[in-house]
């Protein structure tokens, strides 16, 4: 039995209210994409990539939108080189300008180890969205984290949730851990208070991360800064 793909919360299917009609002979291509979104909406990837590919070329936006599709549904279905195909043919129909799939592209590369690609594709999606796209500077973040430079990661996490109107528990929290590493332990410890408080009491990592905080606080120990806990995925967003 195959297990639903855990994805970031914006690799979710494009809902038909932000589809562009160009004229009124696009109504099959809106069809379509209905069609594919309630087959998406089932768990039924293969079928909505069937009805994702009915969308042409003369399609305008509304093409862009079903490549992109199409692309998280091989993503669900774990295709992932599939899922990168067709998230560079999305952001090539819109002229390089389409944040939501060079964000995906992002996490599609993260996830085969291309982390240099990866980055360069969050990068581009904070630059065509106006620096405005908050899951690309939490998931620059994670790269940044994982190469040890935390002050470069707390800078994402801040962009993040600065983007998102201070609702985004998850960098919050990820902001704590990268500030406790820097030995700032104060300041760590009300992110992690807010990422708790944001979520409504209900996030273990976070948590974990504040127990252990204000023990360091106490009785500082720096090997027990290892057991500090990011958060992977972006689906704590509150909008």
Same mark, same amino acid.
């Given at each position: 039995?195959? /297990? ?7 690799l979710l299917v494009t809902l ?16 379509? !994409? ?6 998406? +909406? ?6 909505? !990539? ?19 599709? !199409? ?21 090539? +129909? ?8 060079? /964000? ?32 690309? /500077? ?16 707390? +800078? ?15 960098? /919050? ?32 990592? +976070? ?33």
């Amino acid at each position: 039995m195959r /297990h639903k793909r855990l994805l970031l919360a914006t690799l979710l299917v494009t809902l038909l209210g932000s589809v562009t009609v160009a004229q009124t002979g696009q109504e099959d291509a809106l069809d379509a !994409i209905r069609r594919g979104n309630e087959k998406y +909406a089932k768990a039924e990837y293969e079928l909505a !990539i069937e009805e994702y590919r009915h969308l042409s070329l003369s399609a305008g936006e509304s093409h862009a939108t079903s490549l992109y599709n !199409i692309g998280v549904c091989y993503y669900e279905l774990w295709c992932t080189d599939e899922a990168i195909v067709y998230y560079k043919r999305a952001v090539v +129909a819109r002229k390089g300008r389409y944040p939501m799939a060079l /964000h995906a592209l992002g996490v599609a590369l993260k996830d085969l180890r291309r982390l240099s690609e990866a980055k360069e594709a969050f990068r581009q999606s904070i630059v065509t969205s106006g620096g405005n796209y908050a899951p690309a /500077h939490y998931m620059l973040g994670l790269l940044m984290m994982g190469e040890g430079d935390h002050e470069a990661a707390a +800078a994402s996490f801040r962009e993040a949730i600065a983007r998102s109107k201070d609702r985004f528990p998850a960098s /919050h929290n990820n902001l704590g851990v990268a500030l406790a590493r820097m030995g700032r332990l104060p300041e760590a410890k009300r992110e992690f208070e807010t990422a708790l408080r944001q979520a409504d009491g209900e996030f273990d990592d +976070a948590t974990h991360n504040l127990k252990l905080c204000r023990s360091l606080l106490g009785s500082p120990a720096k090997a027990q800064l290892a057991s500090l806990k990011t958060v992977k995925t972006t689906e704590r967003i509150r909008k």
